[in-house]
């Protein structure tokens, strides 16, 4: 299902993502001075506006570029309910999941950055939001998007040092409430 404005939607996406070239450009001319001062620090009082802040940081230009592709097309399908859909969709993986790195990520394990969390999430709401709302249409673009992506799915599991599985987790989980929510008010309107 695409969303109701393709164009609108596709426009919007690209010029999010080059915010976040933007911010990265930033960031390296600073020595990487926004990656240490705005990350999810976990169990920091201080580290707890990275919640707000850390989607918009990557580590460096390989961990941005990596990201760019599924935060484009995942970002846009999210779009298919609409902006206001996509706005509460977007704000429930956003803060949900940053909460749960902060809660879980481990005291003095350092800052946690990245989109990664938002395209975990999308990714869930995106298999899940189908089979909530009763769409068969919905639940095709499911399957398709698991054949493509459903093996990042993996990185939610602990294992490769450096990479925060604990925002792969809690992204992916929001994404599954805000799909459960999205389908609910779905039926009530």
Known sequence: MLPRTPVTSALFMLLF??????????DVVSGHMLDRNYGIEPLEADGLDGV????????D?????ANTV???????LAMAGG?????????????LGGLGV???????????IGASGLIFGWLVFLLT??????????????VGLFLVWGGILFGVLPGQPGI???AHLFGALAGLLAARLAARADRRA
């Open 70 to 76: 599924p935060f484009l097309v995942l970002g846009f």
């Open 129 to 142: 939001r189908g089979f909530f709302a009763r769409s068969g249409l919905q639940i095709l673009l499911a």
């Open 102 to 112: 902060w809660l879980t990520g481990g005291y003095g394990s350092g800052y946690h």
């Open 61 to 65: 230009w390989g961990h941005l570029v």
């Open 83 to 95: 902006v206001r859909q996509f706005v509460v969709v977007t704000a429930t993986i956003w803060i």
């Open 52 to 59: 707000l802040f850390a989607p918009l940081l990557h580590a």
């Open 164 to 166: 925060s599985w604990q």
């Open 17 to 26: 993502t080059a915010g976040l070239y933007v911010v990265e450009a930033f």
